[in-house]
């Protein structure tokens, strides 16, 4: 017991060592610094600003807890001044007069910000200490709150500080701000019951009194109250306008005018709830009693009623499941024909067969067209000839004398511009609207929705068979915009932009039904048999002269007649790239590709030989390209035909004279025909989704716009098909969706603007709505107010099935 005792080991302490608690401040300090959030260093507010938040972060760590320091601010406007005010004063006179100036909005608005208190405070600016885990400890706040008052006097910050408690669905926060003088606490309570003493005005007003620390005069407490109330029965407003059903596939009554008109909105409501905020924006608290047991506050008499809807989470809207079912075959590998089970009696089972097979039927449509009993199998598809013969006659309107539905006179392919506004889906490959790839994809896209499957396979298999009839009898296909195939179309008008180029030229008697594609030389017209029975050493298929432009030899140099290159499609164009890329880069495979590329220069050589005996190559150089002769000595080659191995000297020296009228042809008709027309029947059903995807998608989108959706600019790039298909279809559903909120916005507010004063007819439509009597309230909102020697004196309140109190408290720090 008399054992000496080392008084240096009891009462030793190294107090040199910082605290956890000293850590946390000069974390804190050490960012507001690096900020530059000190009164000395912090730019005054602005007077205007954008609606954009910017922020910068930190992260903080205390006692094993993460937080997250946050500055939020709102972006000012790049040309307000941004001098530093050298009054300090200033900067609790901004937050002082944000606060009050924000009093004339309700909690329940949003500004953008990541928390609410810069909207219940009227903030541009602030901090926010957000823990990442719940902060529940009374203990722990208290210390987390002393840290934060010690680190804002040190650094003298000049933004309002704050820190998120409890849990975080709650939405409580603690914050401070002062200067010299003044100092402003931000308290919110959030508690899940209403106590007596809060559940009505009288209440609050007393509580408010009780948190002000100077004397406040009677009867000068400011007040705004909003009540909520919920019309759940929105069906009572009548929102709904004339729907599409597939009524049109009925044979009684039967018009192709309820097919031509896309489907459009929502079959069910798509409001849920209106929330109908009765507000009373400035009373005193006399003028309106509010107590345990009387009440005043007359909903009917609120000076101001506005309206917000809230729509349905999922809305099925009709014209997307349209676009959503073609979608949906996009992945589908298998032969649409086999829906029908015609593809091995097509003599598509085996893809080696001959491409010239002829199909063993011809449709309904060109019986009826042409006035003949001829034989025709017994095939029956899923649709009824009755309905049928309708739709072929609105895709084919030239195959009646009767034509109720002709083609537009002129036929563009293109996105028009209003203004300066594009069109929704303008990115989409397209077709001529109202054409036959319009109204084909429409027609399909209509069956699908109504029949399924079988009913597009049907109308698709009647289609190929009337095209194979119009290129037998040399019949245009009508609808198609004239011309070679343009790139800037879809490639279903593509093709049969190709297939009319065929017919053309079969019409024009330079080609003949069951011409072989391995012919070598076209047939002679009569009016060029006695030209073309010369001798070869004399001029053939002279056009005209050029000018008086001559031979090196000094012979007129005449134009020849040369073949038409031959029109392709862009996946005729891709599959020819393709094979340039997998030819290679050795010398065979370099000779190759140039010979395949210099057919047609081949072919005008020969022509021009013809036409021109004993020209040499500058003279053909001068007339096809110009700027690569010369005209020293006569006519000379230039410097890019003089290089090695140059394809034309090759060209010219293997061409022979012949004239375009006896050469191998460059566009064999019967052959394209065949392939376009097989590509055609041989599809798969998702190779056919990908054909009528274009038309339907825009269709769509000018649908979406004449029911009043927002054109939209957006533009893509580098991505595939299937993407574009993605995007398109997503960009209509939400313009639907957005169409289908106008809507119900038009029929309940009418005139007025959602969140803006109903007017009287407006009140009048919605308090009939609702049977002369409004339910009883869903929240009650209370925004209290005065002004003292002090400076402004704020409290929210917010009743519901909970409460949420809200203030805003200015005190003197400094006894005078």
């Known amino acids: 017991?008399?054992?000496?005792?080392?008084?240096?080991?009891?009462?030793?302490?190294?107090?040199?060592?910082?605290s956890e608690w000293e850590v946390l401040i000069a974390r804190l300090e050490e960012i507001l610094f690096e900020w530059n959030l000190s009164k000395s260093k912090l730019t005054k507010t602005c007077t205007e600003y954008t609606k954009k938040w910017i922020a910068k972060t930190e992260e903080?760590?205390?006692?094993?807890?993460?937080?997250?320091?946050?500055?939020?601010?709102?972006?000012?406007?790049?040309?307000?001044?941004?001098?530093?005010?050298?009054?300090?004063?200033?900067?609790?006179?901004?937050?002082?007069?944000?606060?009050?100036?924000?009093?004339?909005?309700?909690?329940?608005?949003?500004?953008?910000?990541?928390?609410?208190?810069?909207?219940?405070?009227g903030l541009k600016r602030y901090l926010m200490l957000y823990p990442k885990a719940p902060l529940i400890d009374g203990s722990l706040i208290k210390l987390i709150m002393s840290s934060v008052n010690i680190a804002f006097s040190i650094v003298d910050c000049g933004v309002p500080f704050f820190v998120k408690i409890r849990e975080h669905w709650q939405h409580t926060y603690l914050g401070i701000f002062e200067d010299n003088d003044y100092k402003v606490s931000f308290d919110v309570i959030h508690l899940k019951r209403i106590s007596n003493q809060c559940s009505h005005l009288s209440g609050l007003v007393s509580m408010f009194k009780s948190k002000i620390s100077s004397p406040v005069p009677l009867d000068a407490v400011v007040i705004s109250t909003k009540f909520s109330y919920e019309l759940k029965d929105s069906d009572s407003f009548t929102w709904r306008k004339r729907t599409h059903s597939n009524e049109f596939l009925s044979i009684d009554g039967f018009d192709v005018k309820k097919l031509i008109e896309l489907p459009f909105g929502s079959e069910n409501n798509p409001l849920h709830s209106a929330l109908l905020n009765a507000i009373w924006p400035h009373f005193r608290e006399s003028a309106i009693v509010d107590s345990s047991t009387f009440s005043d506050i007359d909903p009917i008499m609120a000076p101001t009623w506005t309206i917000s809807l809230k729509l349905r989470n999922n809305i099925n809207c009709m014209l997307s499941e349209v676009i959503r079912k073609i979608m949906n075959l996009l992945d589908r590998d298998s032969l649409l024909m086999d829906v029908l089970g015609l593809s091995r009696s097509l003599g598509l089972v085996n893809p080696l067969n001959k491409i010239t097979e002829a199909p063993i039927t011809i449709s309904k449509l060109v019986k009826a067209a042409v006035g003949r009993s001829t034989h025709f199998s017994e095939f029956k598809g899923p649709i009824s000839d009755d309905l049928l013969m309708p739709l072929l006659y609105y895709v084919f309107p030239d195959a009646v004398e009767d034509n109720t539905f002709p083609y537009p006179d002129t036929l563009e392919i293109g996105n028009k511009k209003d203004g300066n506004e594009f069109k929704l889906c303008s990115y989409v490959k397209t077709s001529p609207e109202d054409g036959l790839v319009w109204r084909l994809s429409v027609t399909l896209a209509r069956l699908m929705d109504a029949g399924g499957l079988p009913y597009l396979a049907h109308f698709w298999y009647e289609f190929t068979q009337e095209l194979q009839?119009?290129?037998?009898h040399r019949i245009l296909v009508p609808g198609v915009v004239e011309g070679a195939p343009n790139a800037r179309s879809c490639l279903l008008h593509q093709k049969l932009q190709l297939l009319n180029c065929c017919i053309k030229r079969a019409q024009e008697g330079s080609g003949a039904s069951g011409y072989s594609s391995e012919e070598e030389f076209f047939d002679c017209s009569e009016d060029?048999?006695?030209?073309?029975?010369?001798?070869?050493?004399?001029?053939?298929?002279?056009?005209?002269?050029?000018?008086?432009?001559?031979?090196?030899?000094?012979?007129?140099?005449?134009?020849?007649?040369?073949?038409?290159?031959?029109?392709?499609?862009?996946?005729?164009?891709?599959?020819?790239?393709?094979?340039?890329?997998r030819l290679g880069d050795d010398a065979k495979a370099s000779e190759?590709?140039?010979?395949?590329?210099?057919?047609?220069?081949?072919?005008?050589?020969?022509?021009?030989?013809?036409?021109?005996?004993?020209?040499?190559?500058?003279?053909?150089?001068?007339?096809?390209?110009?700027?690569?002769?010369?005209?020293?000595?006569?006519?000379?080659?230039?410097?890019?035909?003089?290089?090695?191995g140059n394809p034309w000297v090759e060209a010219w020296n293997v061409a022979r004279p012949v004239p375009a009228a006896r050469q191998r042809r460059l566009f064999d008709e019967s052959r394209e025909a065949e392939q376009v027309l097989h590509f055609l029947r041989s599809r798969s059903t998702g190779g056919v989704a990908e054909l009528l995807l274009p038309a339907i998608l825009k269709a769509g989108a000018i649908k979406a716009i004449s029911e009043g959706a927002q054109a939209t600019s957006s533009s893509i790039g580098g991505v595939d098909k299937r993407r574009t298909f993605e995007i398109a279809a997503r960009e209509i559903l939400e313009a639907e969706r957005e169409a289908c909120r106008s809507m119900c916005v038009r029929k309940v507010l009418g005139e007025s603007a959602e969140g803006k004063p109903l007017d009287v007819a407006g009140r009048t439509r919605v308090l009939n709505a609702m049977g002369g009597a409004l339910p009883a309230p869903v929240l009650r909102e209370f925004t209290l107010r005065v002004k003292d020697e002090v400076g402004p004196q704020v409290m929210r309140a917010t009743l519901s099935n909970e409460m949420t109190i809200v203030g805003a408290f200015t005190e003197r720090i400094v006894c005078l």
Request: charged fraction near 30%; glycine fraction near 4%; aromatic fraction near 10%.
């Open 592 to 644: 190759l590709r140039a010979r395949m590329m210099s057919a047609s220069l081949l072919s005008d050589m020969e022509a021009f030989k013809a036409a021109n005996p004993g020209a040499e190559l500058c003279d053909f150089v001068h007339w096809y390209s110009p700027r690569d002769w010369k005209p020293d000595d006569g006519g000379s080659l230039g410097d890019r035909m003089l290089l090695p």
């Open 469 to 472: 009839y119009r290129w037998e």
């Open 528 to 581: 060029e048999e006695a030209e073309d029975q010369l001798p070869w050493d004399r001029p053939v298929g002279r056009l005209h002269r050029l000018d008086d432009i001559t031979l090196k030899n000094g012979a007129p140099l005449y134009v020849p007649r040369t073949q038409d290159p031959a029109p392709k499609t862009e996946d005729q164009l891709e599959e020819d790239a393709e094979l340039m890329v």
């Open 1 to 18: 017991m008399n054992e000496e005792i080392d008084e240096y080991d009891i009462y030793h302490q190294d107090f040199t060592t910082a």
């Open 60 to 121: 903080v760590k205390f006692r094993g807890l993460s937080f997250t320091l946050t500055y939020n601010a709102l972006e000012p406007v790049k040309n307000t001044d941004s001098e530093r005010e050298p009054e300090e004063k200033s900067f609790l006179n901004d937050v002082q007069q944000n606060l009050w100036d924000s009093t004339t909005n309700f909690m329940d608005n949003i500004d953008g910000s990541p928390f609410p208190v810069s909207n219940w405070f």
